[in-house]
């Protein structure tokens, strides 16, 4: 019996939501384990779509235990939000089904404040983050200076952490030309939503721990996407975690013995949100065919997504850096009716020919990519559910990425339902 992690492989909104969503009928447990609110998880189920950012995507399933892991920065209000918006479409979220980590940092309102003035004095280089204060936050946590879930319990302790933090932060706004914020005013919301949050806190380990004892299944959710982790990605243009297999360890308590299946999660094509490089965006009529079909508009922000082929190159490398045993191909409908289909299976770069991304933020951005051209199919494989039900072109397609990427598609998606799903290997029997 197998514990999964999921993990995005490309620049995050593969699908992440509706695989944990899917996967999570088979697991006990789902435990989110790096990022923040700056991650949009979609589900759509029966026709009623849910948008998730903090919780878990296994919370809408009644009998599973949902996990805020130590590796996610929480933002209090975020999160009493969105339990809000769940539970008014129905979903039970209590203390018995929610399980906050003691040692999470939280995002505060500075850290938003700080995201937006690094932002707008980065000007044109600006990386286009979510707004979120995921960066400022994630900064304090390896600065030793971040509130965390636990401090809530002691508001002595509490106040003399905010100040020490708070004179830190106000002398870097005030050098960015931004307003200062009064301590005084996010101790008293701090105060006003401790409760709240503390009804659900936890020691996350010692419960991963029990449950593992017990036998029981675990599904480690990851936010984001590998090109856009902190060491691996497009750095600087990345967000403020790891999303590396590996993080799901660290970012819940848990050995890296207990994770047993590396689960990719990869869109049939590409997209980014925000600046950076990507090397197979298509400024044309192929990303704005890809974008309209595939609704590619953020969960979170709203932003339209760039949109390009499919990059073998990048997939290839989160195979290798993430362990990656098998991925899920999701939204392969969205190719349905292209008369052709590229596909990027290396870089030329100065010359030379180039089988991986390097790591120096001017070659990620001077890379151009070497396409194969593929077939396309007219019939459609949208609500799919046999393999058998796909044209022969798109059997070939899924194959040869497959071959390129160096892992087996294991789950097939074919639109946002959640049954629109083919099965070709349950991870947890691995
Ligand atoms: P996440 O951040 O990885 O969870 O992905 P998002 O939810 O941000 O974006 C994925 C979008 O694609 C959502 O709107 C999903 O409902 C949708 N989606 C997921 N799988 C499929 C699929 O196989 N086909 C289509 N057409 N849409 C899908
Ligand atoms: P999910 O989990 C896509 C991007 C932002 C920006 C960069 C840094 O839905 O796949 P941040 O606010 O994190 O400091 O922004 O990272 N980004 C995402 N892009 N999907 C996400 O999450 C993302 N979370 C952050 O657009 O480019
Ligand atoms: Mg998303």
């Known amino acids: 019996m197998a514990n999964v992690a999921v993990i995005g492989s490309q620049w995050g909104d593969e699908g992440k939501g509706k695989i944990v969503d899917w996967l999570s009928s088979r697991a006990d447990v789902v435990v989110r384990f790096q990022g923040g609110h700056n991650a949009g ?38 999160l009493l939000e969105e339990i809000k918006a769940v539970q008014a479409q129905g979903v039970a979220v209590t203390p018995e089904k929610l399980i906050i980590a003691e040692n999470a940092p939280l995002i505060l309102p500075v850290h938003a404040a700080l995201d937006r003035a690094l932002e707008a004095a980065r000007g044109k280089k600006a990386i286009g983050t979510t707004g979120r204060g995921i960066g400022p936050a994630y900064e304090d946590k390896i600065a030793r200076r971040a509130i965390r879930i636990c401090d809530l319990e002691h508001p002595d302790y509490l106040k003399e952490k905010l100040s020490g933090m708070m004179l830190h932060h106000n002398a870097l706004l005030k050098g960015l030309g931004a307003e200062p914020i009064d301590e005084n005013d996010i101790y008293r919301a701090l105060m ?63 050995g890296p013995d207990a994770i047993n299946y590396v689960l990719g999660i990869t869109k049939a094509y590409t997209t980014r949100v925000g600046e950076g490089p990507f090397p197979t965006e ?45 991925i899920a191909l999701t939204k ?45 199919w007219n019939t459609s494989t949208r609500g799919a559910r046999s393999w058998k039900d796909l044209p022969a072109e798109a059997v070939k397609y899924v194959r040869h990425i497959e071959e390129l990427i160096g892992a087996p598609v294991t789950l097939l998606s074919t639109s946002p339902e959640r049954d629109d799903t083919i099965l070709m290997h349950d991870p947890f029997m691995s």
């Open 41 to 78: 998880h979609t589900l759509v189920i029966d026709g009623v779509t849910y948008k998730l950012h903090l919780l878990p995507s296994g919370i809408v399933r009644k009998s599973k235990l949902s996990i805020i892991g130590n590796g996610v920065v929480v933002d209090p209000w975020a």
């Open 192 to 254: 006003d939503v401790r409760e709240d949050i503390l009804q659900y806190t936890g020691v996350v380990w010692k419960i991963l721990d029990e449950a593992r004892r017990k036998g029981q299944k675990i599904l480690f959710e990851g936010a984001q996407g590998m090109m856009l982790d902190v060491d691996h990605g497009t750095y600087p243009f990345v967000t403020s975690s790891n999303m590396a297999a590996a993080q799901a360890a660290t970012g819940s308590g848990v």
């Open 332 to 376: 392969l409908d969205v190719l349905d009716g292209l008369e052709e289909i590229k596909i990027c299976t290396g870089y030329e770069l100065d010359g030379e020919k180039l089988d991986y991304l390097p790591a120096s933020a001017d070659k990620q951005a001077r890379v151009t990519p070497v396409y194969e051209t593929m077939e396309g």
């Open 282 to 326: 298509q400024n044309n009529e192929v990303g704005e065919f890809l974008g309209t079909k595939g609704h590619e508009f953020g969960t979170t922000t709203g932003r339209k997504r760039r949109c390009g082929w499919f990059d073998a190159v990048i997939v290839r490398q989160a195979v290798k850096i993430c362990g990656i045993q098998g």
